[in-house]
């Protein structure tokens, strides 16, 4: 009886060790991720825009750049199109300092208001709450990822009346009714990657209480990044400014310009000059034919309906 006593105390306490190292190597992980100068590669994680919104083919690869400075937080993703052959890149788009902006393949560059494939990856660092911190429960192992030494770190919440009115501040009678919503649509279990060595989180994925995963998020590769790096001026000769990533894509304006350059637009319109001024000049000889097949018509019309009579 002894003896068993003193086999589960161990396991007690292997698995109180397991919680606590769980807790701070994930503790440690949103804290030096925060700060990290990284460079990873991924999958795209945004869906496609419907057909008929998407002019241009979907990008099925980004390279996702980040780099803390004094001035803020400036990031860089590179979509690439993905072939048999090769991979290429088709768009790229920066935020720093001064904003943010596109830059296409044929050397197109404009600033836009928003690109939402430029934050997506930061929600990679996201970290947890304070009171979700606190409530969990922790496992962890250290296994090798792509020659990597990296922390496998599972976290779980409780799903009780307690913890979730704790959780959303609803009081009982509200969460009653949204207890079904919370269950399946907020994470209960959490699943994350980190680099052992950087302590950097390299992948997530969030679960439901039913254990449905309903978040994924994963680098294929990652390094680390120069401070220094070179990869976030603004580009040069911007023209214009986009409301969206999806604007910037459909480039309407980019080929209204493109038009001009090539001398189309002038072209077009020393050739549309002379047959506008000849219209003009000859307008009375082009509307007299007009005119009469008007007057005919109403007097052809008023015989008809005085027969009629």
């Known amino acids: 009886m002894k003896r068993i006593f003193i086999v589960l105390l161990l396991a007690v306490l292997v698995i109180k060790i397991q919680a606590v190292d769980g807790q701070n190597v994930l503790r440690r992980a949103f804290e030096e991720s925060a700060i990290c100068n990284l460079k990873a590669q991924m999958r795209n994680p945004l869906p496609p825009l ?48 001064e904003g943010i902006f596109g830059l296409a393949k044929d050397g197109f560059a404009a600033e836009i208001v928003e690109v939402p494939v430029l934050w997506f990856p930061e929600l990679m660092f996201k970290p947890l709450t304070p009171f979700e911190m606190k409530s969990a429960n922790y ?27 704790k959780l959303t501040g609803e009081p009982p009678e509200v969460l009653a009714g ?3 919503m919370y269950l399946a649509g907020r994470p209960f279990k959490y699943e994350f990657l980190i680099d052992a060595e950087e302590y950097i989180v390299v992948s997530r994925k969030h679960y439901n209480a039913q254990g449905k995963m309903i978040f994924a998020l994963v680098f294929d590769s990652w390094e680390s990044l120069s401070p220094k790096a070179d990869l976030f001026k603004t580009p040069s000769g911007l023209k214009g400014k986009f409301i969206d990533q999806a604007s910037f894509a459909s480039r309407v304006l980019a080929k209204m310009i493109e038009r001009q350059k090539t001398g189309w637009g002038e072209y077009l319109s020393k050739r549309s000059a002379p047959v506008i001024h000849w219209v003009l000049r000859n307008s009375f000889w082009l509307m007299m034919p007009v005119a009469l097949l008007a007057i005919t018509a109403i007097v052809v019309i008023r015989r008809l309906s005085n027969r009629r009579k």
């Open 50 to 97: 419907p057909k008929g919104m998407a002019i241009l083919p979907p990008t099925q690869k980004l390279v996702f750049c980040r780099q803390t400075t004094k001035e803020g937080l400036n990031l860089r993703v590179d979509a690439l199109r993905v072939t048999r052959r090769s991979e290429e890149v088709s768009e790229t788009y920066i935020k720093n300092a």
């Open 139 to 165: 496992s962890g192992s250290k296994f090798l990822r792509n020659g990597r030494n990296c922390f496998s770190i599972i976290v779980t919440l409780p799903t009780s009346d307690d913890f979730l009115q």
């Open 178 to 180: 949204k207890k079904k």
